[in-house]
């Protein structure tokens, strides 16, 4: 069985209503176009806006991550955590530089600091003065030419390392003494992933 459908009415013929009015036509026109810049231009701005914003990102993230030596100023404070490399104040002639691979993850950091701040870094890392061998670079070859440091300037030159059991930190560090009121410290502190 077959149901039947109602029928539709069909439109009475209704008089036509006045002419549109130029002036509301005109107005009409323009809503409309407003609407469409509106749900098309400003998605399209912002799209732009964080697309550049984005390609900027990259490019400083590049060439931050892209540089080889050592960058002038502090390792940030998760670095200076992680690596535990307690830079004291006051140091002067700071800089860093980090690696990172599967294997082993680098800081490398230089500062120049006083006696006192000298102590200062000593106890942050858990040795004393008494701990320092006097002509010993515990820094490698391969680890000096990474940062283009050379320890062949007027000395003395003393150096410890301070193994630690993983994933804690090993530090090599080799402090130059040439002038004891103001000690130049280098520093790698490597960890394994």
Do not use: C
Request: proline share 10%; aromatic share 8%.
């Amino acid at each position: 069985m077959i149901a039947s459908l109602p029928r539709q009415t069909t439109p009475r013929d209704e008089p036509p209503g006045p002419p549109e009015d130029p002036r509301h036509k005109a107005r009409r026109r323009a809503l409309t176009l407003l609407i469409i810049v509106l749900l098309i231009g400003v998605p399209a701005v912002y799209l732009a806006i964080s697309a550049n914003q984005s390609r900027n990102s990259g490019k400083d993230k590049e060439a931050k991550y892209s540089a080889t030596g050592l960058t002038v100023g502090w390792p940030s404070k998760v670095q200076r955590r992680l690596y535990q490399v307690p830079v004291p104040h006051p140091a002067e002639e700071v800089a860093f530089y980090e690696t990172n691979n599967w294997k082993t993850s680098r800081l490398y950091v230089q500062f120049q600091t006083s006696e006192a701040g000298l102590d200062t870094f000593l106890a942050g890392i858990g040795v004393d003065r008494d701990t320092l061998k006097k002509n010993d670079i515990t820094i490698s070859d391969r680890d000096q030419k990474i940062t283009g440091w050379k320890f062949t300037r007027p000395g003395p030159w003393w150096g410890v390392v301070n193994k630690q059991k993983d994933p804690a930190p090993t530090q090599d560090i080799v402090v130059n003494l040439s002038d004891p009121a103001l000690p130049m410290v280098y520093v790698v502190s490597r960890t394994v992933p």
